[in-house]
């Protein structure tokens, strides 16, 4: 097992998807929190101090800009991944602009996840 320290949040409202990706993840060697709300986010980061947070766009059917920002100024450092099944070109541009580090669509592709996991876990101190 690989990457034990590495502390990731999932935030989503689709069940299946969070638990196909905690087992996943988890059997990697990585930390998985998730939570379903969108209010309990910035209560996660606060104490459980996740290294990168896996944000879906439309969260509840929400657009989830403004809790990227909340997150930044919360921690500037924590990279935040918005992850959608079906988000426009300038819904992922305006995530971006909004303080997202990188945008994915949602899929089982378990790889590219790592990857993005990899990718901005080794950024982070």
């Not at 999932?10 to 939570?35: A, N």
């Not at 500037?76 to 990188?102: F, Q």
Request: net charge neutral; aromatic share 10%.
């Amino acid at each position: 097992m690989k990457n034990k320290r590495v502390h990731i949040l999932l935030v989503d409202d689709d069940q299946s998807f969070v638990e196909i990706m905690q087992f996943y993840l988890e059997r990697q060697g990585y930390k998985v929190s998730y939570t379903f709300y969108l209010e309990k986010v910035l209560e996660i980061i606060k104490t459980q101090n996740p290294d990168i947070v896996f944000l879906d766009l439309r969260l509840s059917m929400k657009n989830n800009l403004k809790i990227i920002q909340n997150i930044k100024e919360l921690n500037s450092r924590l990279p935040v991944v918005v992850i959608t099944a079906y988000g426009s070109s300038k819904e992922l541009e305006t995530a971006c602009s909004a303080g997202a580090d990188h945008v994915m669509l949602k899929s089982s592709d378990f790889e590219e996840f790592e990857q993005t996991v990899n990718r901005f876990a080794s950024k982070t101190p």
